[in-house]
Structures are given as C-alpha cells and as structure tokens.
C-alpha cells in the first residue's frame, strides 16, 4: 500500500461489509487548517440496534473458538498494524492534529495491547477449589461476558479502542464500537485491518455517527450489550453509567483527571523540567494523564519556573505532519474557548502568565505558564485538557499532599523528590490510580490503567485487563 488514503473508509463496518442505513454524511475536518479530510456516513441509533443484533448473533461461534485460534487472529491484525504504521499515522495526525512522532507512538503502544492480550488470553485459567463436602468437587472458570460495547473519545484514536476491544476480543467477547465522530478515519482502518487479519464475520463492528447520545443510549439500553466499555469526560461517564442502569450492565469507566505534578525541594530540578514537559504538554495536553497542576515547593519555586519556562519557549507549535513539531493544534474552537476562559479567568484572580497564553488561528492555543496559580482559579478544580501549565507554590509535604487531593479526580499524579522516605510517604498518601516518582511517561500495556474517585472504574491493561471482559462460573460437582 503506498498511500494512506487507501486506508480511508467512508461508511460503518457492520458483519464484515461496508455498510450505510440512509444518505446522510457528515465532513471530518482537520484541525491544523480547517480542511475537509473526508465525509463519512452518520448512523442513527437505529442502525446501532442492528449491529449489537450481529454481534449478539457472533457471539456463540466466536466465544467456543479455542484461546490460541483467537490469539492467533489477533496477532496477525497485531502485524498488520505495524505494517500499515506509516499510512496510519498520517490519518491519525490528519483527523486529530497530533504530531506525526506522537501518532507513530500510538500506534506502537496501542498495537501492544493486542499483542499483550492475544498471549493473556491464553491464561484465562480459573481454579480448582478443595470441596466444602467429601463428595464434592469445585471448578470455576472464566468465561467472556457477550457483546461488549465500547465508546471511545478522539484523543487516542487507535490505542484507547485496543486497549478496550483486544482483550474483550481475545477472551471471545463481540464488540460493537463507537468511535469519537472527530477521528472516524482511525476507528475505520483498523477495523479493516482486523477484517484482513481474519475475525469472522460479526465479531467486530464500528458504527460512525454524530448523534453520540442516541448512539450511547442504545449501546448502554439494549439487553443484548453487556457491557459498555467508555473513555471520556467523567460528566459523559456519569450519564452512561444512570443509562445503564435499566439493564445493569458492567461498567469499565476510563474518565477525567486532574493530575497533579509536585516538585520538592530535595528534586533534581532538570529531571522535574523534563517530566513536566513531557507530562504536561503531550498532545498539546489533551490527555488524560497530562498534567494539570504544578506544585512546587517554595524554596526550589524560582529556579523551577525559570528553567521550565526556558523549555516552554522552545516548543515549536505547527502542523502535526513537520517533523520540528512538538504542539499541534487543539481538537476543535471549543477548546480554544476553555484556554482563552481558563487564562483570563487566571489572570483576574492574581495568576500571571509568563509564557504563552495567546490563541492562534485557526485553531492553536501556545505552551503557556501561569505563576501564582491558586485554588480558587477554574483549573484548579477542572481538567484543562490543553496546554496550560499553571504552577502553585507550597511550603510544607503535608500542605503539597492536600493540594493534591483537593480533587474529585483520582488518575494520574507524579511527584519528584530524591528523599526515600519522602517517597514512600508521599505515595501512600496520594488517592490516585497511579503514581509516578521521578517519572512522567507512565502508560504501557503491562501495567494496570485506571483511576479512583470520580475518575472511573476498572483497570486496562496488565494480568488484571482480562478480568473485565469475564464472568466467573463457579461450577460444583456433586456425589461423586
Ligand atoms: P471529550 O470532551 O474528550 O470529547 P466526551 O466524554 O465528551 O469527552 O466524549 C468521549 C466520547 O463519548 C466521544 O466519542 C463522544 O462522542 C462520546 N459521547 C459524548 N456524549 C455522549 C453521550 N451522551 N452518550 C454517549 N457517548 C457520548
């Protein structure tokens, strides 16, 4: 394949087919200049019924397929991915804005959850319990929950649906996904490309469209879902889990964060410079885990500031598809809107900028630092998604440990100390679903994702992603 607009599909996938209910469209716009990448048909909740009906139906074949004839489907889609990694970045820099070395990224690590799950599958052991009676004798087993339904934001348009449907798929579950309507084009290749990895037909389904609550409603309403995996905002989070409550469903809920970034004193500052950047300024900080807020303690505050401000000067803003950038543009004017609200909102409550702070046309916001940051100010208490770096000064661990719980949010915090003690002090104390020390890259598929709180529930990835996607059967055998 030479060009990635081979991979460009304009329709749901549906039992193996391209397919589309009506003649409506709608246009994906790439956020650097506005442009039309592509249209793509818009499905209603009509048509999302009809593909939880195929999934449904896919079930049975799919779940008494042995573990290994499953992982070896997925390891070849895991190939196929790879080999495709160049066409697919470029789509996934297109629809998304994120700089081409960030989608090349993605991809790795979103493709490592196939194959981490493919080879996990097959050790969905269960146990053998000694009997509560002579004469009995005790199994359980693991066995996949149905059709799994899983919504997915734009902000990882590849990694945050593996992550979901790699071990739903490998333990034999039917997926039916919804992908952001922001990044179809990501959600579309890669379903192709399961398709020429060999799932049978109805194990796999995408369903493209604008309406995301009706979308949502079927998904989290219809008896024939099970489970409804979703990454997204925690307010989206809470409207799925009240829908879903008809039919009790399972819930793996990935939501917002608030993450803090606390520097002591004792830090080895160019270290905490570094993860700051990393962890702040990813994907012009539309992540999840990016960092929200900075706490640094007074006495290391100024030479902080100045040496993360030198950085912050050095990014390059552009277009994803330039090799020098490091900050594309924003998802959509929206979120030009929140930075633009969030920075006066700063600056009238005595916050300073010293770096950045302006938006640009058509659609970036610049690396921007806010000094004397405190909690009253809007994102102190909300997730910024974008790329503000507020910094608030503390004097003493216990003040850096309250600030950094004062949150409903519970995902990602990070802190840099050298002080042993103080490390484990600190960790223990931080009400967070992970922790980084010295360290702000923390995502990986063998490691347990997922955040306490108003964060979510549930874990993805590691030993512990399978559980998701199980029921357990207990079976007791009796008089023997
Ligand atoms: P973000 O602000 O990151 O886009 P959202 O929670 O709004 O986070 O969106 C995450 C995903 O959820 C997207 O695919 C979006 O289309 C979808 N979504 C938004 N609102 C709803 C809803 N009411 N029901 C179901 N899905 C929704």
Redesign the pocket.
């Known amino acids: 394949m030479n060009t990635y607009k081979e991979l460009l599909f304009d329709r749901s996938f549906v039992n193996g087919e391209w397919v589309n209910q009506g003649t409506a469209r709608f246009e994906v716009k790439n956020p650097f200049d506005l442009s039309v990448i592509g249209e793509v048909h818009d499905e209603d909740r009509s048509f999302v019924a009809k593909a939880i009906d195929v999934a449904h139906a896919a079930f049975r074949m799919w779940k008494s397929k042995s573990a290994k004839e499953r992982s070896a489907i997925l390891l070849k889609w895991f190939d196929l991915i790879h080999q495709h990694k160049e066409e697919l970045a470029q789509i996934m820099t297109l629809e998304s804005g994120k700089p081409l070395g960030e989608s090349r990224g993605e991809i790795d690590y979103g493709a490592a959850y196939i194959q981490w799950f493919a080879e996990e599958a097959k050790r969905n052991y269960g146990d053998v319990i000694p009997g509560f009676t002579a004469d009995k004798r005790i199994i359980t087993l693991k066995e996949p929950v149905g059709v799994v339904g899983a919504?997915?934001?734009?902000?990882f348009p590849l990694a945050m649906i593996t992550r979901k449907i790699a071990p739903a798929l490998a333990v034999g579950c039917t997926v039916v996904v919804?992908?952001?309507?922001?990044t179809p084009f990501t959600a579309l290749a890669i379903n192709y490309l399961a398709d020429l990895a060999g799932f049978p037909k109805g194990v796999y389904n995408t369903v493209v469209g604008?309406d995301?609550?009706?979308?949502?409603?079927e998904?989290?309403e219809n008896k024939k879902v099970a489970k409804i995996s979703?990454?997204?905002?925690?307010?989206?989070?809470k409207?799925?889990m009240t829908?879903s409550a008809s039919t009790l469903k399972k819930m793996s809920l990935e939501?917002?964060g608030n993450a803090p970034l606390i520097v002591f004193d004792d830090a080895d500052v160019d270290l905490a410079v570094k993860g700051a950047i990393a962890g702040k300024f990813r994907f012009a900080g539309?992540t999840?885990v990016c960092v929200n807020r900075i706490l640094v303690q007074e006495g290391i505050h100024d030479l902080f500031v100045k040496k993360f401000t030198d950085a912050v000067k050095k990014l390059k803003l552009g277009s994803g598809l330039d090799s020098e950038v490091n900050i594309g543009p924003l998802?959509n004017q929206?979120a030009i809107r929140r930075m633009e609200d969030m920075t006066q909102d700063a600056l009238a409550k005595g916050g300073s900028v010293v770096a950045g702070g302006n938006s640009l046309a058509p659609q970036f916001f610049e690396p921007t630092i806010v000094v004397n940051a405190n909690e009253s100010m809007e994102f102190a208490q909300n997730e910024i998604?974008g790329p503000i770096a507020p910094i608030f000064k503390f004097k003493t661990e216990q003040d850096a440990v309250r600030m950094a719980n004062d949150t409903i949010y519970g995902l990602a915090s990070y802190f840099y100390t050298n002080d042993l003690n103080r490390s484990w002090r600190v960790r223990e104390q931080l009400e967070y679903g992970i922790v980084g020390i010295n360290e702000g890259l923390i995502s990986s598929e063998v490691v347990p994702f997922g955040g306490v709180k108003e964060s979510g529930q549930g874990r993805e990835g590691s030993k512990y992603g399978l559980d998701s996607y199980v029921d357990i059967k207990y079976v007791c055998i009796g008089n023997v």
């Open positions: 919504i997915t934001p734009w902000n919804r992908p952001s309507e922001e604008t995301a609550s009706e979308m949502g409603k998904l989290c979703f990454t997204g905002s925690t307010a989206v989070g409207i799925l829908q939501l917002g539309q999840c998802i929206r998604f």
